[in-house]
């Protein structure tokens, strides 16, 4: 049975560790290395694994499945926010000294957020059930996008998002060291790093309105859904340093994406109970199919 205990435990040490990570380990601006990306990226990975450890000690078999397959469903659908986020610094020129502190931000806020919509969610599904039909709907569909819609890239600057954010507070075309405002022309203007900011802030919304969904198709218990989505997040900044560019190279994977979206949605609409353990199995096929097809075509390229 899960206590209120366990809620504190797991939160203190959350925050106790956020607030170490950036008062200690990260209290200056600067460029992670690629080993150091790949180091924090391994450590909050093994932090994940030991806590299904303990959820499989403490909770049960089926517990550990719900939890681990959660878990690598927010990992996955994560790596668009990866993309996102690249695209975001690229278009904005934020130097890579800067980005660090605002992931660092954009990930505390999305914890708070995330635990909002998913307790709210929990209590809409328990109240309206027909919900689901909706959910389902909506995973289907942003699956089958993927596959039949092709996006256009739209300059920040024409975006309807920075014209809106104008009308709001006037931004500044410069950077002006870490500062998110500065006085211009004697008139106070946001700089590039606080529309950054914003924008890390709306794509984690948008993304945690398909991801949310997908896990309630795996489970509906709010601990688990917590846990798995708030150390899915931890581990991504340090995650977007190792893959911002490398993600691009992986061809299949935007489709693995729209599968397991589609999968995830019929799932909910059908009502299709199965064992936590075949969804974690059949989503690790998917991924791994999607990873050395996307390998073994970038080596016929090579070759030819």
């Given at each position: 049975m899960i206590t209120q205990t366990y809620w504190i435990v797991f939160n203190i040490f959350i925050f106790l560790f956020l607030a170490l990570d950036l008062g200690i380990f990260n209290r200056r601006d600067h460029q992670p290395t690629y080993k150091e990306a790949i180091g924090w990226t391994l450590f909050w990975i093994s932090v994940s694994l030991a806590f299904s450890a303990w959820i499989f000690v403490h909770l049960g078999e089926v517990a550990f499945f719900e939890y681990i397959t959660s878990y690598?469903?927010?990992?996955?659908?994560?790596?668009?926010?990866?993309?996102?986020?690249?695209?975001?610094?690229?278009?904005?020129?934020?130097?890579?000294?800067?980005?660090?502190?605002?992931?660092?931000?954009?990930?505390?806020?999305?914890?708070?957020m995330r635990a909002l919509m998913i307790f709210l969610g929990v209590e809409?599904?328990?109240?309206?059930?027909?919900?689901?039909?909706?959910?389902?709907?909506?995973?289907?569909?942003?699956?089958?996008?993927?596959?039949?819609?092709?996006?256009?890239?739209?300059?920040?600057?024409?975006?309807?998002?920075w014209k809106f954010c104008q009308k709001i507070i006037p931004l500044s075309s410069k950077l002006h060291g870490n500062?998110?405002?500065?006085?211009?022309?004697?008139?106070?203007?946001?700089?590039?790093?606080?529309?950054?900011?914003?924008?890390?802030?709306?794509?984690?919304i948008i993304f945690a309105v398909d991801s949310l969904p997908a896990i309630f198709s795996i489970t509906r218990n709010p601990f688990i859904i917590y846990t798995s989505n708030i150390l899915a997040i931890l581990g991504l900044r340090s995650l977007y340093f190792v893959l911002a560019r490398a993600i691009e190279k992986i061809k299949y994977l935007k489709f693995a994406l729209g599968i397991v979206l589609v999968i995830v949605g019929l799932k909910l609409i059908f009502s299709i109970h199965l064992h936590p353990g075949i969804t974690f199995v059949i989503l690790t096929i998917i991924f791994s199919s999607s990873i050395i097809l996307s390998m073994r075509e970038k080596s016929l390229r090579k070759i030819n």
């Open positions: 690598k469903i927010e990992k996955v659908l994560s790596l668009d926010n990866v993309m996102v986020f690249a695209v975001i610094f690229k278009s904005l020129s934020i130097p890579t000294q800067y980005q660090h502190r605002l992931l660092f931000i954009g990930i505390l806020s999305a914890i708070v809409l599904l328990e109240r309206f059930s027909w919900l689901l039909y909706i959910f389902g709907a909506f995973l289907v569909f942003t699956g089958m996008k993927i596959f039949f819609i092709r996006e256009k890239e739209e300059p920040l600057a024409n975006s309807r998002l500062k998110f405002f500065v006085i211009e022309h004697k008139k106070h203007k946001a700089t590039p790093l606080l529309f950054a900011l914003v924008l890390i802030e709306f794509s984690d």
